[in-house]
């Protein structure tokens, strides 16, 4: 069960290498081809159980012939009976050449006293099988072998007698003064059908005959069968490799992409999304190569994140490398204070960046794992800006919160992080907005989703960066602000949490205004309220 790997270099002529140095060998243990071809099989192999109908048909035949074998030779010994002596031979002849047997008569010794054969009639003929072509002896064959398959009973090879009492049918007709009827088998795999009825005083009738018409219905029967078993096999044969290659080589393609994934081996996989295909199999195909996408995106957010922390780290510590430098050659106090004063800033503003790089870092898992529940953000926010007031106002910057319609304004989410949210959007219009400013936050339902709209009177956002102020360490801070007091990760830890929500943010300028910001969030309202 296990898989074996082979290196080789990259073909070029290769659609299915696609640049690859591994090629994937399956066992054939596993191997799909061979398991589709194997159900192929045992469904035909029920269809070739047609061989043992073949041999009960058969036996319906010999039963129906032998019961034919009985009445016939009943009625010969009746119409002999009745026709009397002196016209003996005549009636045998008659009787043999109308009903197509061979007819023999025999008294109570077992004595010939007539022979249809003898008499000129010869339609009892047996082959020889040295005599017949090689057909004969192949269809011979194959009827031996198909008997000892099935296990056919075997009837006794029929001989000529000399004397009546050695027919066992004519020997039972006579004592018994019963009906009997024997098959024997020619030696050219033939039925002979013997039957004996009784006449006169202790006489007996025996009629013979080749029932070369049985065989030669169930070969042909068996031919129609193996030709028939022999198409379908040979179709289904086809069709299994054709299923197969549709099948196996799409999995073993997207395997062998799979794989480099796994190892890494090309910056840039190329998962086939094997667009053609509109099955499973095509589902699957988009599926790996939408998950690839999204892992290598993932990576590369990953070494760009932790690009970037070290850039940022790199300044505080150099600033705070070079403080403690300078306390080691400066003698005067007021120079040591200030010096202190730029140690404790750039320790604060460490501490700030770890622990937002921390909750970044983090915030993608635990999104993952968090379970949702319905959060009320119009009442959520009433409750936010009720902390707020309760504060003070900062730099006598107000607050005014606007509920369009009645709500509730629900959501599925988690209270924790959509507070965290709103509070950052809050800081920043805050910060940006001028002394005795005001921020404006409405809440409205728009369709299906709610719509929170955060507005300041601050500076606005330029158009070329609205994009940009949305990714981790960046930050446009207004001019009077001293340098260092945001770590530039408020917006984009807003934004991941937004978006965990199946919701966007956007920032955008105000309509009324020729000044401030305008932040959206969209976030879609719980299912039960979608009617409300």
Do not use: C
Request: avoid cysteine; charged fraction near 30%; aromatic fraction near 4%.
């Amino acid at each position: 069960m296990a898989l074996r790997w082979k290196r080789r270099s990259p073909r070029v002529d290769d659609p299915d290498d696609e640049g690859s140095d591994l090629t994937l060998r399956w066992s054939g243990q596993i191997s799909l081809t061979r398991r589709i071809l194997a159900v192929n099989i045992v469904a035909l192999l029920l269809l070739a159980g047609g061989f043992f109908y073949l041999d009960s048909f058969r036996t319906r035949l010999i039963d129906n012939r032998v019961a034919q074998a009985l009445r016939e030779a009943r009625l010969i010994g009746e119409a002999i009976t009745a026709g009397g002596t002196r016209r003996r031979d005549e009636m045998v002849v008659r009787l043999a050449d109308d009903s197509g047997l061979r007819v023999r008569m025999y008294d109570a010794g077992g004595k010939l006293l007539a022979d249809s054969r003898a008499l000129g009639v010869h339609n009892f003929q047996l082959t020889d099988p040295d005599k017949d072509p090689w057909g004969q002896d192949v269809a011979r064959f194959l009827d031996a072998t198909v008997d000892t398959v099935v296990g056919a009973p075997r009837q006794p090879l029929y001989r000529e007698r000399r004397n009546g009492a050695q027919w066992p049918d004519a020997k039972a007709a006579r004592e018994g003064k019963i009906i009997a009827a024997t098959v024997w088998r020619a030696p050219d795999r033939t039925y002979v059908i013997t039957a004996a009825s009784p006449i006169g005083d202790d006489g007996v009738v025996l009629t013979s005959v080749n029932a070369r018409d049985i065989t030669q219905t169930v070969r042909v029967e068996r031919f129609r069968l193996a030709v028939l078993l022999l198409v379908v096999t040979l179709v289904s044969v086809l069709l299994s490799l054709f299923l197969a290659r549709t099948i196996v080589r799409p999995l073993r393609r997207l395997a062998r992409a799979a794989v480099r994934v796994r190892l890494g081996r090309a910056r840039e996989v190329v998962v086939p999304r094997l667009p053609s295909r509109r099955d499973e199999l095509g589902l699957l195909a988009r599926a790996l190569s939408d998950m690839s996408l999204a892992l290598r995106a993932r990576i590369d957010a990953t070494e760009a994140f932790a690009a970037d922390v070290t850039h940022e780290l790199k300044n505080p510590l150099a600033s705070l490398r070079s403080a403690v430098d300078g306390l080691g050659r400066v003698t005067d106090p007021a120079l040591q204070a200030s010096l202190l004063a730029i140690v404790r800033d750039d320790v604060r503003r460490l501490d700030r960046l770890i622990t937002d790089i921390s909750e970044a870092s983090r915030l993608d898992a635990q999104l993952s794992r968090a379970t949702f529940e319905p959060i009320d953000v119009a009442a959520m926010l009433e409750g936010l800006l009720g902390q707020r007031e309760e504060r003070g106002h900062e730099r006598g910057v107000r607050i005014r919160f606007d509920r369009a319609g009645d709500g509730p304004f629900t959501v599925l989410g988690e209270g924790a992080r959509l507070e965290r949210v709103f509070e950052n959007l809050l800081d920043n219009a805050v910060s940006f907005s001028p002394d005795g400013g005001l921020v404006s936050v409405a809440a409205a339902r728009e369709h299906d989703e709610l719509v929170v709209r955060v507005e300041d009177e601050g500076a606005g956002v330029p158009e070329d960066a609205r994009e940009s102020i949305f990714r981790r360490f960046q930050s446009i801070r207004p001019e009077t602000e001293a340098f260092g007091q945001h770590s530039g990760l408020g917006l984009a830890i807003a934004r991941t949490i937004v978006e965990g929500h199946q919701g966007e943010i956007v920032a955008e300028s105000r309509e009324d205004r020729l000044v401030g910001a305008r932040f959206v969030i969209r976030l879609p309202l719980a299912p039960s309220r979608l009617g409300a």
